[in-house]
């Protein structure tokens, strides 16, 4: 692989929030996660697991999520209560009105603004749906490192010709998850991936955000 095609691989990953109904290879899935396995971590402790849920069994906990969400309120495991500031919410702004000036849905639509938030739960329909977890005891140092596990995932889906997206709004309800899964207590549910082949006449998908410049994240020392 040339850098340039690292450099096109990295740009052509984006969120993808629209599905065809069919599935993933096994092998195709395999080799993914294996790839993901050799993402870095600090001495090498590798602070993640995932859980896979695909086909009937992801749209059963999708609707268990959609029903419990209209009366039960979110309670992740990491509070996700931070409070965007200046430029940081200028940039969720922006990715907001991508999103919903794609799917056609105005500021004041409140009801197109709800049905489209409610996809989020059900993994916008995509056949599979990767949950990923940060061991018991472990902070902010080793859900770094969980990071890095995300990102080398996504770009190996990416060269498997998938769409994925790493959705926060998937580990709003973990302990509905645990309990459709069977999964013990302790393990911090870090935010779910949801992925398949894109629904290319899906509108959501047509949302196109940008980058900041780089001059805005880069300062070189000498």
Avoid at 180 to 202: K, N, R, V, W
Wanted: proline share 6%; hydrophobic share 40%.
């Amino acid at each position: 692989m040339t850098p340039q095609d690292f450099d096109a691989l990295t740009r052509a990953r984006r969120s993808v929030r629209g599905y065809r109904a069919d599935p993933v290879a096994p092998e195709i899935i395999e080799q993914i996660f294996a790839t993901a396995l050799w993402a870095p971590s600090n001495c090498n402790v590798q602070p993640w697991s995932v859980h896979l849920v695909s086909g009937d069994g992801l749209r059963a906990l999708g609707q268990a999520m959609i029903t419990h969400a209209k009366t039960g309120s979110p309670a992740p495991d990491v509070p996700m209560d931070t409070a965007y500031r200046d430029t940081y919410r200028a940039r969720q702004i922006g990715s907001a009105k991508a999103l919903y000036g794609a799917m056609g849905i105005t500021r004041d639509d409140h009801a197109g603004r709800q049905a489209a938030f409610t996809r989020n739960l059900d993994a916008f329909g995509a056949p599979h749906a990767a949950f990923v977890y940060l061991p018991e005891g472990f902070g902010t140092r080793e859900a770094a490192d969980l990071g890095g596990f995300v990102q080398t995932l996504l770009l190996a889906m990416t060269a498997q010709g998938l769409g994925s997206c790493a959705q926060g709004a998937l580990s709003l309800y973990p302990e509905v998850i645990r309990k459709h899964l069977g999964l013990p207590a302790g393990p911090q549910l870090m935010c779910g991936i949801s992925f398949g082949y894109e629904d290319t006449a899906h509108p959501a998908n047509a949302a196109q955000t940008d980058r900041a410049a780089l001059s805005d994240i880069l300062t070189q020392h000498n």
